[in-house]
């Protein structure tokens, strides 16, 4: 920065000054810099310029995986967001893993950020390096809640899994329900509303479990749903899946089979049901009929969160969002 000082003839403060706040100089001196910034060619550290900015603008973000495209719409809307109140967003991925998770947490945590948005894996996540995280740096955890004292957003998922329970009890067969693999909290509170909608409507809860941890759910899906139907023992022709990837699996089996997915619920029929409006699902064949997770919400109250940290910091706030009901051709 010096040496552009020295080579444009501009004031190093003046500079500074425009690097963290272009609006902050006169139109005419911000013209010049700009002016000099084209002709020498010069691209500022931002890495550097943040770290020595009193406010840091640059929010880090962790997901799960990228190739997910709820958590590729999660990073999108934040990133937007984030952009419109001047920050710029580090995105990282776990991709499954626990060690690959505790290093991005660490990779964020030797970053001068001005805050963290972390979807985590849940039950294999390293509590203590997440403890950590929020300790030095406001924090906001997304669709999956571990047991840290920071603030969370997530899906009211008593309340979406009963919707599409009543739903599927309105409209035809109850429901079966293929399980996801335990991999964080939203299956343990699945599992246990559909449980509890299904004694409510006076039917009785049935579980097909899912004996993988893997988080390739459609996989998990398409093999479970592949064993009950050549065995001919699925205890239901309507289906819940705890999530729109595992209905996808599903869905394959079903075809490979034979067998028609429609609302209609034939005696030759299946009725296949998700849980997330995954981006996908109104794209399956037939499309799927789901219950929609509002992750635009979700993406712009962890922004506003962060926005004011004051209201995170060593807090343990807890906002669940209303899924919708989202009809198709699936059931």
């Known amino acids: 920065?010096?040496?552009?000082?020295?080579?444009?003839?501009?004031?190093?403060?003046?500079?500074?000054?425009?690097?963290?706040?272009?609006d902050s100089v006169r139109p005419a001196t911000r013209e010049r810099i700009e002016k000099a910034l084209?002709?020498?060619r010069y691209r500022p550290n931002l890495f550097a310029v943040n770290f020595?900015?009193?406010n840091p603008k640059i929010l880090g973000m962790i997901v799960p995986s990228l190739t997910d495209p709820f958590y590729a719409g999660l990073v999108e809307r934040v990133e937007m967001r984030a952009m419109q109140d001047g920050y710029w967003t580090i995105v990282l991925t776990s991709h499954g893993e626990r060690a690959m998770e505790a290093r991005?947490?660490?990779?964020?945590?030797s970053l001068r950020v001005a805050g963290a948005i972390v979807a985590p894996l849940g039950m294999s996540s390293e509590l203590p390096l997440l403890k950590e995280l929020g300790g030095s740096t406001p924090l906001v955890l997304l669709d999956s809640r571990v047991d840290a004292p920071t603030a969370f957003i997530g899906t009211d998922n008593f309340q979406s899994v009963a919707l599409i329970v009543d739903y599927l009890h309105r409209t035809g067969e109850p429901p079966c329900y293929f399980d996801m693999p335990s991999v964080n909290q939203n299956s343990l509170d699945r599992r246990r509303a559909y449980i509890e909608a299904m004694e409510r409507a006076g039917s009785e809860p049935l579980i097909i479990p899912a004996p993988s941890q893997s988080w390739a759910f459609e996989t998990v899906g398409f093999e479970q749903a592949d064993r009950f139907l050549s065995a001919k023992i699925l205890p239901s022709r309507t289906i819940l899946c705890a999530t729109d990837r595992t209905a996808f699996g599903v869905m394959a089996a079903a075809y490979q089979r034979g067998l028609r997915v429609s609302r209609a619920g034939g005696p030759n029929?299946?009725?296949v049901a998700g849980h997330d409006d995954h981006p996908l699902s109104r794209f399956a064949s037939p499309p799927l009929t789901t219950v929609a997770q509002n992750y635009v919400e979700m993406a712009n109250l962890a922004v506003d969160l962060l926005a004011a940290p004051?209201?995170?910091?060593?807090?343990?706030?807890?906002?669940?969002?209303?899924?919708?009901?989202i009809m198709r051709d699936s059931a």
């Open 269 to 271: 029929d299946l009725r």
């Open 1 to 22: 920065m010096e040496e552009f000082s020295a080579a444009s003839g501009i004031s190093r403060p003046t500079v500074s000054k425009y690097f963290n706040d272009p």
């Open 104 to 109: 991005a947490i660490q990779t964020i945590m």
């Open 38 to 40: 084209k002709a020498l």
């Open 52 to 54: 020595n900015r009193k």
């Open 310 to 325: 004051e209201e995170i910091k060593g807090a343990k706030s807890v906002r669940l969002l209303e899924a919708k009901l």
